[in-house]
């Protein structure tokens, strides 16, 4: 059993895993980390962001998602890059709030820019299929409209097609999309999601695909899934499950981790049923390293490995779903 292999006999471009560089010192976890039987992608789920890559205004750094690249590339793994324009995880300079209207335009169009053109080709050279940048992250609020952060407050909407439009001049060939969570099945906050794609298509702003991030809870697994993914399909844009993971209130029992099987299996079974969901990315793969515990009190063991690198009854339902 083998969770890319399995994604690609179903058609799918890949089957992957976020990590983070300070976990690349751990060598039994980097060895299954580069194991393309179940990954074929890699996502760095923090050395992209703005607070890595442009501390201050006009200093770039990017050598952790350098590091992150380079694995990548000598194991033949494709790379997402995540992400642009997310309101968390900013550089106290953009947050403060201290810019007009013009002004943070401009740094935010610098700052996509920037950082899709570092990355041009580098993400992905072993596919030149693919190229695929989560460019604007978590702009809705749950009843579906627009997130009040410092972008939308400051600039509007506008700053979705700034960065989108910044993103498309960098890359031409990078996939764009705009990623969220809460978005798996129907919903008003999935309704937002498919009315702004269906806005900027209209208005011809570079938009290629929606990302449904999948922090999902074991027992609570949406049953419109396929039903969201396909509407969203017909827009005209791919899919991609890009944050995968579903947890539990600790500790986990034999019941919750047969449950937690069976929410895999759901949730690979409804990108396998659409065409257009093309790749599914779960947020590191083993508990040890999962962010779930550190945010959400009393729950995790939410991905397929437990804390000692063991497959869980997890595995076997990804397996089961493709
Ligand atoms: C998380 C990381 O995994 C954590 O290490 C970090 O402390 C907080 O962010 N949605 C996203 C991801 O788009 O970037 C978040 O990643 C998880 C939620």
């Not at 292999?5 to 300070?22: H, I, V, W």
């Not at 050395?47 to 205004?57: G, H, I, L, V």
């Not at 759901?266 to 049923?273: E, G, H, L, R, Y």
């Not at 065409?275 to 779960?282: A, E, M, P, S």
């Amino acid at each position: 059993a083998q969770l890319n292999l399995f994604a690609r006999a179903s058609g799918k471009l890949y089957f992957g895993t976020a990590t983070d560089n300070p976990e690349l010192s751990d060598r039994p976890y980097v060895a299954q980390l580069k194991n393309t039987l179940d990954f074929a992608q890699i996502t760095p789920s923090n050395s992209m962001k703005w607070f890595a890559t442009e501390p201050s205004r006009g200093v770039f750094n990017f050598t952790g998602g350098d590091e992150i690249v380079r694995l990548a590339k000598k194991n033949k793994q494709l790379v997402r890059g995540h992400t642009c324009a997310w309101h968390s995880q900013l550089a106290d300079w953009v947050e403060a709030g201290n810019f007009d209207k013009k002004t943070l335009e401009s740094v935010l169009d610098n700052h996509c820019r920037t950082l899709v053109k570092h990355f041009k080709g580098e993400i992905c050279k072993s596919s030149p299929k693919f190229d695929a940048w989560d460019v604007v992250n978590e702009p809705f609020n749950e009843d579906g409209t627009f997130r009040e952060t410092v972008f939308y407050n400051t600039i509007g909407l506008s700053y979705i097609s700034t960065a989108l439009r910044a993103a498309r001049a960098a890359d031409p060939k990078a996939k764009l999309y705009i990623n969220d969570y809460n978005l798996e099945g129907l919903s008003p906050k999935s309704d937002g999601m498919a009315n702004l794609v269906k806005k900027l298509k209209a208005e011809r702003v570079p938009i290629d695909g929606i990302g449904v991030q999948g922090h999902l809870i074991v027992g609570q697994v949406p049953t419109t899934i396929k039903e969201n993914f396909q509407r969203f399909a017909d827009l005209g844009v791919e899919v991609a499950i890009t944050e995968l993971d579903i947890r539990m209130p600790l500790p986990p029992t034999r019941e919750l981790l047969e449950q937690q099987k069976k929410d895999y299996q759901t949730v690979i079974a409804a990108c396998k049923a659409v065409k257009k969901c093309i790749g599914v990315t779960i947020w590191d793969w083993t508990d040890k390293y999962s962010w779930v515990p550190g945010v959400f009190e009393g729950e995790g063991a939410a991905l397929p490995w437990d804390e000692n690198l063991t497959k869980k009854p997890a595995y076997y339902g990804i397996v089961d779903g493709w």
